[in-house]
């Protein structure tokens, strides 16, 4: 009969939040049937324990599984992500060359247009001294045009 009831109260005092020590006098402890409720306790515990262990294991399965997925999405992220850098850099060095070709053949072309600018400039600049020339003979010959 107390066995019974100070297990009811040990139970009581677990709703409580209190502890054995707390409840109960210090002279149950040396008594037998602490111990068979010891045990009792223990082994709830032991049960308490291993379903969270096997719910821990559950949840990091499923956890590691997710892991993997993600590691395996983002591997193929990074490859495609690889390749078009690779493409971009390919592209660059190409348009780069262009650039270069076509920079080297307007630096050319404008050379060329500065020559003959000048070699045109040239030839206005002697027509125009044999204009001058001309009028200066037509003048001093005296067609009579005054």
Not at 11 to 31: C, I, K, M, S
Not at 77 to 99: C, G, H, I, P, W
């Amino acid at each position: 009969m107390r066995e019974r009831k100070r297990e009811k109260e040990s139970v009581h005092a677990n709703e409580r939040g209190e502890t054995r020590e707390q409840t109960a006098p210090p002279f149950v402890y040396a008594a037998a049937p602490f111990v068979n409720t010891c045990a009792w306790r223990v082994l709830c515990r032991v049960k308490e324990l291993e379903k969270a262990n096997s719910s821990l294991t559950a949840r990091t399965s499923t956890a590691e599984t997710l892991l993997d997925k993600v590691k395996s999405d983002k591997s193929k992220q990074l490859k495609v992500l690889e390749d078009m850098l690779q493409f971009e850099r390919t592209s660059f060095k190409n348009s780069e060359a262009s650039y270069k070709t076509t920079k080297k053949a307007l630096v050319r072309e404008v050379k060329q247009g500065r020559a003959m600018m000048e070699q045109l400039k040239e030839e206005v600049e002697r027509e125009r001294r044999e204009a001058e020339r001309g009028n200066d003979r037509r003048s001093s010959v005296g067609l009579g045009f005054n």
